[in-house]
């Protein structure tokens, strides 16, 4: 412990917490942690949401439902699938995701041949990724 003889002045405990004070919250306090969303969180989520909505258009539209509940089960599947149309997947399980939309607007039939449109080269391929994704979901 320093003395009174020491050549350096030794501040009291007062003005070491006033110091401190002016110095800003950040000294006093622990900082704060945030836990980053997963990747594709918002897709996952619209994932559910077009799961959900699909699955009660299906229930409804076989058990011959009220025409408005069943066009407000149409509408919000087809409001999901297109939010999922709009975001970027950075992951497996966004694409799948993305794979299931798909599906959607084609009401669940497989992807045969000639269901993109015209059957060239790319459209083939893509049909194809399509359908690889659907089989591993």
Do not use: C, N, Q
Not at 28 to 53: M, Q, S, W, Y
Not at 55 to 71: C, H, I, K, M
Not at 98 to 106: G, V
Request: aromatic share 6%; proline share 6%.
């Amino acid at each position: 412990m320093a003395s009174a003889s020491d050549s350096t002045p030794v501040p009291s405990r007062r003005a070491f917490l006033a110091h401190a004070a002016l110095s800003g919250v950040a000294a006093t306090r622990p900082p704060i942690f945030t836990v980053p969303e997963p990747p594709d969180a918002d897709l996952i989520t619209l994932g559910a949401d077009l799961t959900a909505a699909w699955t009660r258009f299906s229930e409804l539209e076989s058990a011959d439902g009220e025409a408005p509940a069943v066009d407000a089960a149409y509408a919000d599947a087809s409001a999901a699938a297109k939010a999922i149309a709009a975001l970027r997947a950075t992951t497996l399980a966004g694409l799948l995701i993305k794979a299931r939309a798909i599906a959607w607007y084609h009401l669940g039939e497989t992807l045969g041949e000639g269901s993109l449109g015209d059957e060239t080269s790319d459209v083939r391929l893509a049909r194809t990724i399509v359908g690889d994704l659907l089989a591993m979901a």
